[in-house]
């Protein structure tokens, strides 16, 4: 596996988009890092699921800098 050249941190969550699958929780917790550290993460979600609850995802990790 070869690094990424940049310095960005890769979170990635690989579920169903629903709730009970914690992607929100996953946003908030990166929300509670600190700024410098924030700014490096790229979150990623993969999966199919509940549309409206992955733009609920989306908006919070937009207002919180992630």
Do not use: F, N, W
């Amino acid at each position: 596996m070869t690094k990424p050249s940049d310095d960005k941190i890769r979170v990635l969550t690989l579920a169903r988009v629903h709730p009970r699958k914690g992607q929100l929780d996953t946003a908030q917790a990166l929300a509670l890092l600190p700024p410098e550290l924030r700014a490096k993460i790229i979150y990623q979600i993969g999966g199919k699921g509940d549309a409206k609850y992955l733009r609920q995802v989306e908006r919070g990790l937009l207002r919180r800098g992630v």
